[in-house]
């Protein structure tokens, strides 16, 4: 948790960034004329069967559907991401106060004012729209596996897995939904979102690139193996989600269970070709840094 100079001075920038336009949940985006359900949330392009015969053979109404439903999983991800980081990050401030410089300190605060925020957002962004809230990320063995296994270790553990969680996120939210065809409200809401999110972007890439440069060696190697199931989870779980199969108004032609299915839609052309384009960010990263070959 030791910053150089150059990043002390980028958390006093974010720090005065986020006092200087905080995001206000009434005006965020026209709640009052809600989500146009006739245009997609997200181009289709970016839909986990896309390019696929499972596409192919929906309906006009159902690939809306599908879209729909998606979007729903992403806002529920988010959801559940941001609920939990401040009692994380507040966690991280009271217990480990005497390490942590005035500005971490501060920005580790603000940045969890700001998931409060985010939370009450995609809540009412579910409830406007009619969409359901997903499962807990929790009810996934592996996920909740690897997350437990966090309890204890240094805060760096934690600040990296974030980032590596709202990366994806953003880089995926952005990739499918900044395009004149999408529904504003769902356009407006992902474009407000994302200018807070990259400055916790920032934060948590300083703090972990100070650590990287700072560690000793066979420390890093275990934060970066540490890492290496994380990112295959994100990988997988943003190219298709088998819950899906629980909310679709007809029967969804994958079953929740049909592993040979989901590793084919997983692998499909058009879904490798978008986690090339999408994820170029996060995955260059995680090669410097060795947490993926």
């Not at 390490?99 to 409830?127: A, Q």
């Not at 990366?167 to 769902?186: K, M, R, V």
């Not at 943003?238 to 049909?258: H, K, L, V």
């Not at 692998?267 to 090339?276: D, H, Q, T, V």
């Amino acid at each position: 948790m030791v910053l150089n100079e150059k990043s002390h001075k980028t958390v006093k920038t974010l720090i005065n960034a986020s006092h200087r336009k905080l995001l206000q949940l009434d005006t965020v985006v026209p709640w009052a004329d809600g989500v146009d359900l006739n245009k997609p949330p997200k181009i289709e392009e970016a839909g986990w069967l896309y390019g696929t015969p499972y596409w192919d053979a929906l309906t006009p109404a159902q690939r809306s559907e599908v879209l729909w439903l998606e979007t729903a999983r992403d806002v529920s991800y988010f959801i559940w991401l941001e609920q939990s980081l401040p009692e994380l990050y507040v966690g991280y401030v009271n217990k480990y106060h005497g390490g942590l410089s005035d500005d971490v300190r501060e920005y580790l605060m603000i940045f969890s004012r700001e998931e409060i925020v985010h939370t009450l957002m995609f809540r009412r962004y579910l409830e406007t729209a009619k969409l359901p809230l997903w499962s807990h990320p929790e009810n996934i063995p592996n996920f909740s596996k690897f997350e437990d296994q966090l309890a204890g270790k240094h805060p760096v553990y934690g600040i990296i897995w974030n980032l590596l969680i709202e990366w994806f996120a953003e880089l995926n939210s952005i990739y499918q939904t900044q395009h004149d065809i999408i529904d504003p409200l769902t356009r407006t809401m992902f474009r407000e979102h994302h200018t807070e999110e990259l400055r916790h972007i920032a934060f948590a890439r300083h703090v972990a690139e100070n650590y990287f440069a700072n560690a000793p060696a066979g420390e890093i190697d275990e934060v970066s193996d540490f890492f290496k199931k994380g990112y295959v989870f994100l990988l997988d779980e943003y190219t298709y989600m088998p819950e899906i199969a629980r909310f679709t108004s007809f029967e969804f032609p994958i079953a929740i269970g049909d592993t040979e299915k989901i590793k084919e839609i997983r692998n499909s052309p058009n879904n490798l070709r978008l986690n090339e384009a999408r994820f170029r960010d996060v995955r260059e990263w995680c090669q410097k840094y060795k947490i993926i070959d």
